[in-house]
C-alpha cells in the first residue's frame, strides 16, 4: 500500500533523489566571491587588465590563505607538548624571562616553527634547546657567556644535528655545525651590537607603532647570517602573533621575495620589484587584507 505524507508534511525521498540544497552557502566561497568584487574593482582603479579568470582564482586562494592564518594563530595559542619550542617560549614568557622569551623565538624562526609540515619540523628547534633531551640546555644564558660549547657540542652531537629539519619557507637551510653555529654567532653579534641582551635588542627599536616597530626590525635583523627576507619576515609575524612583542608588517615586503614576487607578476605583469610591492600593498589595504596574509596568497597562487 502507498503510504501517504508524513504528519511533519515533509515528501520522503525516492530512490535516486537528489537531497534538497541548503541556502547556506559555504562562508569561504562566499568570502571569496566578495573578495573577486573588491579586487576587480581595486584593479579597475589601477588601470590593470587581467583576465576575469585569474581575478576569481587569486580571489579563491586569497580566501583560504585567510582561514588558514585564522587558523594557525588558533593553534599558536594550543596548550604544545614539552618536544614543541612554543612551550618552552611561553614557559619562559610565564617566568617573566623576556630574553630567553625571544632567543627562543629566534631558534624558532630560524628553524621554521610557523610553516612546519610535519613533527619533525615542529620538534627540531625544541630538541636542539633541549639537546636533544627533556628541559633547556641552549640558554641565552648560557650560549651568550660560551658560544665555544656550544661550537664542540654541535661537532660531536652532528649524527644527531643532522636528524633536525626545517619549516617549508626553511627547507632549504643546512644542518651541518658549521653553518649552524654561524647562524647562531651571528644573532649573538647583532644582540651586542644592538644593546647587548635579547631585550633591549629587540625593544630598542620598539617605538609604539606596530607598522613603523616591524619595519626597523626587519632592516636591521636581515644581517642576520641566513635570515634574509624571508626569514626576518616570518621571524617577526611570529613574534606579533605570539603577542611576544607589539609588530605587524605594514607592508608585503616583495622586494628581495621570489615565490611571492612571482605571484605579483602573474596579476600585475612584469613591473619593476617596487612599483609589484606598491600596488601589492595598496591593494591589500584597499581589501582589508593583512600584509602577511596577501604576501603569502601571492606566494600560494603562484605555484
Given at each position: 500500500?502507498?503510504q501517504?505524507p508524513?504528519?511533519?508534511g ?10 534538497p540544497?541548503t541556502?547556506?552557502?559555504?562562508p569561504e566561497r ?8 573588491q579586487l576587480e ?9 587581467v583576465s576575469?579568470?585569474k581575478?576569481?582564482?587569486?580571489a579563491?586562494?586569497?580566501?583560504k590563505?585567510?582561514?588558514l592564518?585564522r587558523l594557525?594563530?588558533l593553534?599558536?595559542?594550543r ?6 619550542i612554543?612551550?618552552?617560549i ?5 617566568q617573566g624571562?623576556?630574553g630567553e ?10 628553524f621554521?616553527?610557523s610553516?612546519a609540515l610535519?613533527?619533525?619540523?615542529e ?6 634547546l633541549?639537546?636533544?633531551g ?6 641565552w644564558k648560557?650560549?651568550?657567556s660560551?658560544?665555544?660549547i ?8 652532528r ?6 629539519r ?7 637551510e643546512?644542518?651541518?655545525p658549521?653553518i649552524?653555529?654561524r ?6 653579534e647583532?644582540?651586542?651590537?644592538n ?5 633591549s635588542?629587540?625593544?630598542?627599536m620598539?617605538?609604539?607603532a606596530?607598522?613603523?616597530s ?5 632592516h636591521?635583523l ?12 616570518d621571524?617577526l ?14 607592508s608585503?615586503y616583495?622586494?628581495?621575495s621570489t615565490?611571492?614576487?612571482?605571484g ?7 613591473k ?16 582589508k587584507v ?6 603569502d ?7
Amino acid at each position: 500500500m502507498k503510504q501517504g505524507p508524513p504528519i511533519d508534511g515533509r515528501v520522503p525521498l525516492e530512490p535516486g533523489d537528489c537531497p534538497p540544497k541548503t541556502r547556506t552557502a559555504d562562508p569561504e566561497r562566499r568570502r571569496a566571491r566578495a573578495l573577486e568584487k573588491q579586487l576587480e574593482n581595486v584593479l579597475g582603479e589601477q588601470r590593470v587588465r587581467v583576465s576575469r579568470s585569474k581575478v576569481t582564482r587569486f580571489a579563491v586562494r586569497l580566501g583560504k590563505c585567510e582561514s588558514l592564518a585564522r587558523l594557525s594563530k588558533l593553534d599558536l595559542r594550543r596548550t604544545k607538548p614539552i618536544t614543541d619550542i612554543l612551550f618552552w617560549i611561553r614557559k619562559a614568557d610565564a617566568q617573566g624571562n623576556s630574553g630567553e622569551v625571544l632567543w627562543r623565538t629566534f631558534l624558532a624562526g630560524h628553524f621554521g616553527r610557523s610553516t612546519a609540515l610535519t613533527p619533525d619540523a615542529e620538534q627540531s628547534a625544541g630538541k636542539l634547546l633541549c639537546a636533544f633531551g627533556s628541559a633547556p640546555c641552549w640558554t641565552w644564558k648560557r650560549v651568550s657567556s660560551s658560544p665555544d660549547i656550544l661550537r664542540q657540542w654541535l661537532n660531536e652531537r652532528r649524527d644527531q644535528v643532522k636528524s633536525l629539519r626545517f619549516g617549508n619557507h626553511r627547507k632549504y637551510e643546512s644542518h651541518k655545525p658549521p653553518i649552524l653555529y654561524r647562524v647562531v654567532s651571528s644573532f649573538l653579534e647583532w644582540v651586542k651590537d644592538n644593546g647587548g641582551t635579547p631585550s633591549s635588542a629587540f625593544k630598542t627599536m620598539i617605538d609604539g607603532a606596530a607598522e613603523a616597530s616591524f619595519d626597523s626590525l626587519y632592516h636591521s635583523l636581515r644581517h642576520v647570517f641566513r635570515f634574509g627576507r624571508t626569514g626576518t619576515f616570518d621571524l617577526l609575524c611570529l613574534l606579533g602573533d605570539l603577542d611576544i612583542l607589539p609588530v605587524r608588517p605594514g607592508s608585503c615586503y616583495l622586494i628581495g621575495s621570489t615565490g611571492p614576487l612571482m605571484g605579483a607578476r602573474k596579476l600585475w605583469g612584469r613591473k619593476k620589484p617596487q612599483e609589484l610591492n606598491r600596488l601589492a600593498d595598496s591593494t591589500a589595504r584597499a581589501l582589508k587584507v593583512p600584509f602577511d596574509v596577501f604576501e603569502d596568497a601571492l606566494c600560494m597562487w603562484q605555484k
